[in-house]
C-alpha cells in the first residue's frame, strides 16, 4: 500500500460541518462518519491535529450585528467551540482513538490548557489533539487558529473540510457550469476573495509557508486521498 505524503497535518472543521443537514447544534451520525475518515489516517501513521469551529452554535460577528457586544460575543463563540471539541473528541474515542482537547481558554474541569510543547507531546505519542477555543482572542476566527497552531505545532500542511469538494469559480450549486480549481496561489486567493480561509488565515500560512487543501469533507474516503498524495480537492501555495 502507498505509504502518506505527510507525517503531521492540522484537520480544520467548520461547525458548521458537524451539524450535517439540521440547523443548529451536532449531528450524531454526521461526526462519527467524520471520525471513522480520521481514525483512517491516524491508522496510517499521519499525526493529526484538529482545529473546531463554532459556528453551528454561536458565531459572535452575527451576535455582535444584532447589538451585542463583540468581545462578549466572541467569548461566546470560543465556548462554543470547545463543545463543539467535546463532542468530537467523544466519537474518536468511541472509535479507541486516545484523544486530548487543548483549550485557548482555561476550562481546566474540561480541557487542558492550550501548551505548544504539551501539544507536540501528545501528537508524537500518536494521540489526536482537538485545540477548542480558537486562538483565545475575541476577533479572531477559527481559520486564523487553525493556520497559527499549524504553525506552531510545525504542521505540513492545513486541511480545510468544507461541504464542497474545492474552491470553484462560482457557486457550484447555484451554477453548475462552475470549474474548481485545481492549485491557487495565496495572493490570487487574497487578491480574488475567495472563500478558502479568512484573510488572516490566508496571511498567515503565505508567510510561513503553510500549505492548504480544501477538500469535501463529507466525500467518502477524500481525506485519506490527500494524505496519499492523489487529485483530491483545491490545494492553495506559494
Ligand atoms: N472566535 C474568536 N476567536 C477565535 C476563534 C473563534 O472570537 O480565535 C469566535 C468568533 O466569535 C467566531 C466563533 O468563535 O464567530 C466561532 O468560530 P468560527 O466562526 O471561526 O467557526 P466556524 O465558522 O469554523 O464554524
Redesign the pocket.
Known sequence: MTAPLYSRVLL???????MGDGQYGVDRDVVRRMAREIKDVVDSGVQVAI??????????????AEGMD??T?????????VM?ALAVQDALEHLGLPTRVLS?LHIEQVAEPYIRRRAIRHLEKGRVVIFG?????????????ASLRAVEINAQLVLKGTKVDGVYTDDPVTHPEAMRYRELSYNQVLEQNLQVM?ATAITLCRDNDMPIIVFSINKSGALMRVMLGEEEGTSVRR
Do not use: C, Q
Not at 473546531?52 to 451576535?63: D, L, P, S, V
Not at 477555543?133 to 487558529?145: C, E, H, L, R, V
Open positions: 480544520k472543521l467548520s461547525g458548521e460541518a458537524l482545529v473546531i469551529g463554532g459556528g453551528n452554535i454561536f458565531r459572535g460577528m452575527a451576535k455582535a463583540r468581545a460575543a466572541d467569548y461566546m463563540g470560543m465556548l462554543a467551540t463543539n485557548a477555543a480558537g486562538t483565545g482572542n475575541p476577533f479572531f476566527t477559527t481559520d486564523t487558529a479568512d
